[in-house]
């Protein structure tokens, strides 16, 4: 019995051995292939950058990116006490005041026309997304060269020429200081159709039963709009508040090819990167004076987003 037990043991088939696992099998090589480019990119052009920026703004940086003279809080102390500087904080902010609230009705305004619309809806949010593509250096030539020309050219002297008015001097009155209209409608111009998208896809989120049922109740139009539409967009108008903010505190391209000349930038208008512009990449190169001044930027950027937070709720939890 012992033998043939041994014997049906000798004969069972033998079980198959594991496949050996490939090195190209991982999860974890396939995960590194596709984004590590995209890391190793955000480390070289954006940490790696802004790391440097903050170590230089504690040093005299004249004319060089390794500096060795520590100064500590000079170059913040300089930047903080420079009138050019705090002229250029409150040009931010007069653009702010523009730009900000327009953009945030007119795109609001536009993505409920559009989505109000039956027919053709692809087609006018194609035609008013379309100028988002454009580059904000060839809108600025356009709008100076095309549109807001000097006082013998410009289409829109043209056009005050035709209804009997006197042309305008866009870019070099102060007073009034016609420029803010020129600045002001080319980032329209730019920017609206992209946060009109944004308003569009969420107003495609807000339920129809909501609408219906107020719409027994007697409330259409600006009823629904104030009690329902408004409400229901509460996270995505946070969102575009915080973003134009942002995008004003960025403003450089259409101040610098708008207004810049031959004999340099105007002493008027100048916002703050164009100001940090000049400063480290001027006559004097002074890295230290324009990364304090870029650091001092950030910090008022994240204040700003830390008070729009809290006063919009944006983060708390809902009881």
Known sequence: MAEQAVERAGSAPARPASPRRKWTDSPHLWFWIFVGPFVAGLLVFVVIPILWSVWLSFYDARNTVTPTHFVGFDNYRRMLGDSAFRSSLVTFVLFAVFIVPTTFVLSLGLAVLVNGVRRGKAFFRSVFFLPTACSYVVAAMIWRHSLFGGTAAGMVNTVLGWVGGAPIAWLSVVHPPWYWLVLVTVRLWLQVGFFMVLFLAALQRVPQQ????????????????????????????????????????????????????????????????VYLFNVALGNGQDFGDGSAG??????????????????????????
Request: aromatic letters at 14%; zero cysteines.
């Open 210 to 273: 909501l609408y219906e049922a107020a719409a027994l109740d007697g409330a259409t139009g600006w009823k629904a709009f104030r009690y329902i539409t408004f409400p229901q967009l509460r996270a995505t108008s946070t969102a575009v508040l915080m973003l134009l903010l942002v995008n004003a505190f960025q403003a450089f391209d259409e101040f610098y090819n708008v207004l810049s000349t031959t004999g340099g930038y105007p002493p008027y208008a100048r916002p703050p990167l």
């Open 294 to 319: 870029a650091v001092i930027l950030t910090l008022i950027i994240a204040i700003f987003a830390l008070l729009q937070g809290r006063f919009t709720g944006i983060g708390r939890r809902e009881r």
